[in-house]
């Protein structure tokens, strides 16, 4: 079966850095993608890597290892309005996207 | 303002009832996605269009129906409603179809079925 995995809730404080990770098992890879999901609200896009390495995009990472199965999510100089769920997304071989359940982020003051 | 609209944003239903799902898209995007999303668990994709005209089964379908008859407007139907489609329902929409494109994501149409 196809599973994606990852943390159900973090906590961080403000002004650090915060790692969310993501392993996933699928029927074919297409890339990985990263969302970002305010309560109540829609998830927005954030990232897409389907290359290994690190691609950085202002305050926010996305590192992706093929290899391994593996992608993590950073988040640098956290701030109050980064407290959000983060939806990991893998595209499988159909060019279909399985979701992780989401890691809730917690930003303590 | 482009984007995605969905309608109602939340809906109670008698069981048993029939209910469709409104989505409009104004980014000209072949493909659109209608997802259910649950607490504990991750999107789950109901069905899915890569044009007008076509449609397509995701993981989730039974119970659901769907039809594109142009490319803006991608209605979800369900015919008899039951407790177990209490959700949170989103529609999507990239620009591409079958590919890894970005998905475009609707406000949400909260549904509780009594």
């Known amino acids: 079966g196809q599973n994606i995995d990852q943390p159900t809730e973090m906590t961080a404080t403000e002004g650090a850095i915060v790692q969310i990770n993501c392993t996933y098992q699928?029927?074919?890879?297409?890339?990985l993608f990263w969302y970002q999901q305010h309560a109540g609200e829609a998830p927005t896009f954030l990232s897409y890597?389907?290359l290994d390495g690190l691609e950085e995009k202002g305050r926010f990472s996305s590192f992706l290892s093929r290899s391994k199965g593996y992608s993590y999510l950073l988040l640098k100089e956290l701030q109050m309005k980064d407290s959000a769920s983060y939806l990991c997304?893998?595209?499988?071989?159909?060019?279909?996207?399985?979701w992780g359940a989401g890691t809730k982020l917690i930003i303590k003051p | 303002i482009a984007g995605i609209t969905q309608a109602p944003t939340s809906q109670i239903l008698a069981a048993g009832r029939r209910m469709t799902l409104r989505c409009t898209q104004d980014?000209?995007?072949?493909?659109m996605y209608w997802y259910r999303q649950d607490l504990g668990l991750g999107l789950r994709l109901i069905h899915y269009?890569?044009?007008?005209?076509?449609?397509g089964k995701g993981e989730v379908p039974d119970g659901y129906s769907v039809s594109r008859a142009n490319t803006d407007d991608f209605p979800l139907t369900l015919a008899s409603a039951v407790p177990s489609q209490t959700s949170v329902y989103f529609c999507?929409?990239?620009?591409?179809?079958?590919?890894?494109?970005?998905?475009?994501f609707g406000p949400g149409t909260r549904l509780t079925v009594l």
């Open positions: 999507a929409s990239s620009a591409v179809a079958a590919s890894a494109d970005t998905q475009y």
């Open positions: 980014m000209r995007h072949n493909a």
């Open positions: 269009s890569n044009t007008a005209g076509t449609t």
């Open positions: 699928t029927s074919g890879f297409n890339g």
């Open positions: 890597n389907v």
């Open positions: 997304a893998v595209s499988d071989s159909n060019y279909q996207l399985i």
